[in-house]
C-alpha cells in the first residue's frame, strides 16, 4: 500500500503560480505510475496529470497543455504539479492519485490509492 499526502495548494490571482506535491509513503514509490485529478464545486472529478514510473513519460488533460507540467523525484518519494498561467476555471480540489499497473492511465478508476485533496482557488 502507499499513503499519500498533497500540498502546496492555496489561493493565487489569475496569471499566478503554483507547485503543488504529493509525498508518497509505503510500498516503493517508483512502482507507482502517479497522476493529479481536479473535482471543482458541482462537477465530477477529472484528470489532469500522470507520469509513468521513471518519470519519462507524462499525459496531460487538454485543458491544461502547456501550463501545467508533472514531475516526480523517486528519491524523494514525491510527484509535483507546477502550474502556470492559472486561470479561475483551474479553481478545485485537487487529488494525488497513484496505481501500480503499467500503463499512464487517465481515468480514476484505474488508481488504487488517492490523497485527501489540496485546494486550489484561483481569483479573477
Known amino acids: 500500500q502507499v499513503q499519500l499526502v498533497e500540498s502546496g495548494g492555496g489561493l493565487v490571482q489569475a496569471g499566478g503560480s503554483l507547485r503543488l506535491s504529493c509525498a508518497a509513503s509505503?510500498?516503493?514509490?517508483?512502482?507507482?505510475?502517479m497522476g493529479w485529478f481536479r473535482q471543482a464545486p458541482g462537477k465530477e472529478r477529472e484528470f489532469v496529470a500522470a507520469?509513468?514510473?521513471?518519470?519519462?513519460?507524462?499525459s496531460y488533460a487538454d485543458s491544461v497543455k502547456g501550463r501545467f507540467t508533472i514531475s516526480r523525484d523517486n528519491a524523494k518519494n514525491t510527484v509535483y504539479m507546477q502550474m502556470n498561467s492559472l486561470k479561475p476555471e483551474d479553481t478545485a480540489v485537487y487529488y494525488c492519485?497513484?496505481?501500480?499497473?503499467?500503463?499512464?492511465?487517465?481515468?480514476?478508476?484505474?488508481?488504487?490509492?488517492w490523497g485527501q485533496g489540496t485546494q486550489v482557488t484561483v481569483s479573477s
Open positions: 492519485a497513484a496505481h501500480s499497473g503499467l500503463v499512464v492511465h487517465t481515468t480514476e478508476t484505474a488508481y488504487n490509492y
Open positions: 507520469i509513468s514510473r521513471s518519470g519519462g513519460g507524462t
Open positions: 509505503g510500498r516503493a514509490f517508483s512502482s507507482y505510475i
